[in-house]
């Protein structure tokens, strides 16, 4: 049985940082793709970055390219988010989940951990 589940999130000053942890259990195939999306309330929601577990691949949404580092260590099965120079309006629940990549962006695939609140403000 598939699940992720989410750690590190809380309250930062803006231009700080954070990391987010995704633990991953029950995946069974070495290739697969993990994404990180958030959500606001009133909104769907939107990719922020995704990793391909075999050799990395990584995407990145405009909004947190060269802010975000997404990064995976496949023997203890846990991706990772470091968060820097973050902005109020990186304000969201985090959540992991199963993703593939199309069109240069990250997709939802269906499995989801329980999300994790992010909160930059000062």
């Known amino acids: 049985q598939v699940q992720l589940v989410e750690s590190g999130g809380g309250v930062v000053q803006p231009g700080g940082s954070l990391r987010l942890s995704c633990a991953l259990s029950?995946?069974?195939?070495?290739?697969?793709?993990i994404g990180w999306f958030h959500q606001t309330p009133g909104k769907e929601r939107e990719w922020v970055s995704c990793?391909?577990?075999?050799?990395?691949?990584?995407r990145y949404s405009d909004s947190v390219k060269g802010r975000f580092t997404i990064s995976r260590d496949n023997v203890k099965k846990m991706v990772y988010l470091q968060m820097d120079s973050l902005k109020p309006e990186d304000t969201a629940v985090y959540y992991c989940?199963?993703?593939?990549?199309?069109?240069?962006?990250?997709?939802?695939?269906?499995?989801w951990g329980q999300g994790i609140q992010v909160t930059v403000s000062s």
């Open positions: 029950g995946f069974t195939l070495a290739d697969y793709v």
């Open positions: 989940g199963t993703a593939y990549i199309m069109d240069n962006s990250c997709h939802e695939g269906g499995y």
């Open positions: 990793i391909r577990s075999i050799d990395g691949t990584s």
